[in-house]
């Protein structure tokens, strides 16, 4: 997936997740939160940098052709090759918090090395780690 503005210029690195084509992508109306489906079956979702925001949502048998996201950002709908509709139901910075406070203490965060381990721990103090908290 690639985000462009409107000049052509490329907002961000390709959001790399999905194992084969992309099908779907949608936008949320607050512009933060990107969604997106594909052929192996997952509904992935990133912030604008091109960082996951959560583990890909599983459910669907089969590719996954459409996404949307609600106007309040609290409901994700992807429609499927199994001819299911799915709901996905939460506020995404819920999610992350679930994620960032799973991993607060793994030894990663805690001294991260890797670029993608540094962008995590830079995600997780944005959104969820207070100053405070750590």
Known sequence: VRLWN???LALAKPLRGHKGWV???AISTDGQTIVSGGD???VRLWNLQGLPL????RGHEGWVY???????GQTIVSGGEDGT???WRGDWRAWLQ?????????PVFTNPQTE???AACETCQKYVWSKVSG
């Open 85 to 87: 509709v799915r709901l």
């Open 40 to 42: 192996d079956g997952a």
């Open 23 to 25: 099908y779907s992508v």
């Open 116 to 118: 993608e381990a540094k």
């Open 6 to 8: 409107l000049q052509g």
């Open 66 to 72: 459409s996404v949307a996201i609600s106007a309040d």
């Open 98 to 106: 679930v994620c960032c406070d799973r991993l607060r203490y793994h």
């Open 54 to 57: 959560a583990e890909p949502l």
